[in-house]
């Protein structure tokens, strides 16, 4: 069974950075892709970030692309969320999410979920 433990959530102010970190127990980890989700109180979860096995490739939704970087280290299994200039919508349960098939934005690709860690934004 594969675990993802999602840390580094809190509550910040508008305009505050926060870095997630996700750490991974599959051996396999650094030949998967990876994917932050988030899910906001009464919302649908909605795609943040993707990046693939080797970092060459990330992908980001329109809302945090430019405030948000993922990046990873495959020698420590961890997958990270940079997070700048963060605005109260982007408060939410953030969820680390590991082996997508196919369309890194499509939540039904992923085959394991961490449990989430909580990032408040208060204006």
């Known amino acids: 069974q594969v675990l993802l433990e999602e840390s580094g959530g809190g509550l910040v102010q508008e305009g505050a950075s926060l870095r997630l970190s996700c750490a991974a127990s599959?051996?396999?980890?650094?030949?998967?892709?990876m994917g932050w989700f988030r899910q906001a109180p009464g919302k649908e979860r909605e795609f943040v970030a993707g990046i693939s096995w080797n970092g060459e490739m990330t992908v980001y939704s329109d809302s945090v692309k430019g405030r948000f970087t993922i990046s990873r280290n495959n020698t420590k299994n961890m997958v990270y969320l940079q997070m700048n200039s963060l605005k109260p919508e982007d408060t939410g349960v953030y969820y680390c999410?590991?082996?997508?098939?196919?369309?890194?934005?499509?939540?039904?690709?992923?085959?394991?979920w961490g449990q989430g860690t909580q990032v408040t934004v208060s204006s």
């Open positions: 599959a051996e396999t980890f650094s030949f998967e892709g």
């Open positions: 999410a590991g082996d997508p098939q196919r369309d890194y934005e499509d939540e039904d690709e992923y085959d394991y």
